[in-house]
């Protein structure tokens, strides 16, 4: 890890950066590390609803560094706040270097979740 920073939150999920989701210099895509982002948010969230849940907002989103083709994305959540039937995570998304142990934080989030019953209407969040 670089300057002795470690990643927040639970890790929840690790993908692998192919060719595909890059572009013409081998940076992947900012749109396909946010939707990894979401799909951890809504496991994450889905776990802690013990249900169905939607995305309902991103806040504030920069790109710190690219991530590159053969980096393991690796995201990590935190359930910062539950309300009624909403849930707020912090989201972290750090590379994993290609074939090395050095991984460097690549942008970070707020998402909104929430949870919603089998008629897609918002539901109360269950207690823990």
């Known amino acids: 890890m670089t300057d002795a920073i470690k990643p927040n939150g639970e890790l929840t999920l690790r993908t692998l950066a192919m060719p595909a989701d890059a572009n013409a210099a081998g940076d992947i895509f900012g749109g396909w590390v946010m939707a990894q982002m979401d799909l951890s948010c809504g496991i ?5 609803a013990r249900g169905r849940v939607v995305t309902a907002a991103v806040k504030e989103m920069a790109f710190a560094l690219p991530v590159k083709i053969g980096d393991t994305l690796c995201i990590y959540t935190d359930i ?8 707020t995570l912090k989201v972290e998304a750090w590379a994993q270097r290609y074939l090395s142990h050095v ?26």
Request: proline residues 8%; glycine residues 6%.
């Open 80 to 87: 910062v706040k539950v309300g009624r039937t909403s849930m």
């Open 103 to 128: 991984m460097d934080k690549v942008t970070d989030a707020i998402f909104v979740m929430v949870a919603l019953d089998s008629t897609g209407k918002p539901t109360p969040v269950p207690e823990e």
């Open 44 to 48: 994450r969230a889905a776990e802690r």
